[in-house]
């Protein structure tokens, strides 16, 4: 009797077993099917990143009317396939509202140019909506042009961009979003800082750091005007209020206007500006960055500055927004 009941609990704990190791193969296996789903999910939804630059699905919901979108006012120089390129990119941008080009060169555009950018717009226009396009002609060459009060703007939202750099309308369309969370502050995607040189003992000698120094240090204080986005009030305190000699040097030097525009946008709100993640495609030739000397020259303009505004407005921040929509993890 003992032997047969010793024999039956044998056979119920090899039942367990089995049970347990069919059980932990089922688990295994629905583990790797959620793993596989989950990534069919995850590549089907950015598969439109794959494809192209825009992706307009979600573009209209940012607008609760037409004209509540945003301005660009688009810096260019005697490059006008790059200008056409550029606009014809992000005029099929939801939520655009008209297009300001910064226009210095010494003569007028011509009627084909003129007639070639109206051509795009029309053919980008969709759901009735029509970006306006005006080039704001200055008699002087000077980088402060790009910062000239525009009278009629209709926008509160100025999205600054040099006509060599390209981001995907949906990056565009999110840091304005961004932006009208917070509308007084800068947001843009080409971060920098600037710190004390301690190695100049007590004097406050101030260096501008360009990128690998933001990723080195996961910290910035500045973004860069080449593609920002700032309200039009600070167009109107740049052109009437920003001192005189800043915009001197700015003009003798032909450089450091995004510096300048940086510190007034600081000076006015005591707060840092908003980096926002986006890839950023250069359709342009090398620029004055990669001149010998640049780095010391942007140190130099922070010095200068700091030193008319009487005090250092910037002010450091390691926040950083993402789309969590586009990335794997959040």
Not at 6 to 24: D, E
Request: overall charge positive; some cysteine; charged content about 20%.
């Amino acid at each position: 009797m003992r032997g047969s009941l010793l024999v039956n609990r044998r056979a119920v704990q090899r039942f367990r077993q089995l049970a347990i190791s069919a059980a932990g193969s089922v688990k295994i296996k629905l583990l790797l099917c959620c793993c596989i789903a989950f990534t069919v999910i995850a590549l089907a939804s950015r598969s439109s990143d794959f494809m192209g630059w825009s992706n307009h699905s979600s573009s209209l919901d940012l607008l609760s009317t037409p004209r509540k979108g945003f301005a660009i006012v688009m810096n260019t120089w005697k490059r006008d396939d790059l200008l056409k390129q550029s606009l014809a990119h992000y005029s099929s941008c939801g939520g655009l509202d008209s297009i300001h080009i910064v226009w210095s060169e010494p003569t007028l555009p011509s009627d084909s140019l003129k007639e070639f950018l109206y051509h795009i717009l029309q053919s980008n226009s969709r759901d009735g909506r029509r970006v306006k396009l005006k080039f704001d002609i200055n008699e002087e060459d000077s980088l402060n042009n790009r910062f000239k009060e525009i009278k009629d703007l209709e926008t509160d939202g100025v999205f600054s961009i040099d006509d060599d750099v390209i981001f995907p309308c949906s990056t565009v369309e999110f840091a304005f979003k961004v932006w009208q969370s917070a509308p007084d502050t800068m947001v843009g995607f080409v971060p920098r800082r600037h710190w004390i040189d301690k190695s100049k003992g007590n004097t406050n000698w101030y260096v501008y750091g360009g990128w690998w120094s933001v990723w080195w240090t996961g910290t910035y204080s500045m973004v860069l005007s080449k593609a920002a986005f700032f309200h039009k009030k600070y167009l109107s305190l740049y052109t009437n209020e920003m001192p005189a000699s800043i915009k001197e040097y700015i003009t003798k030097n032909r450089n450091c206007e995004d510096i300048a525009m940086s510190f007034l946008v600081a000076n006015e709100t005591n707060a840092p500006p908003i980096w926002v993640k986006g890839k950023i495609f250069e359709i342009g030739s090398t620029g004055i960055s990669s001149l010998g000397g640049h780095s010391d020259m942007r140190s130099q303009c922070v010095n200068i500055f700091a030193a008319e505004f009487g005090r250092m407005p910037l002010v450091t921040t390691s926040v950083k927004a993402v789309d969590s929509r586009n990335a794997w993890f959040w």
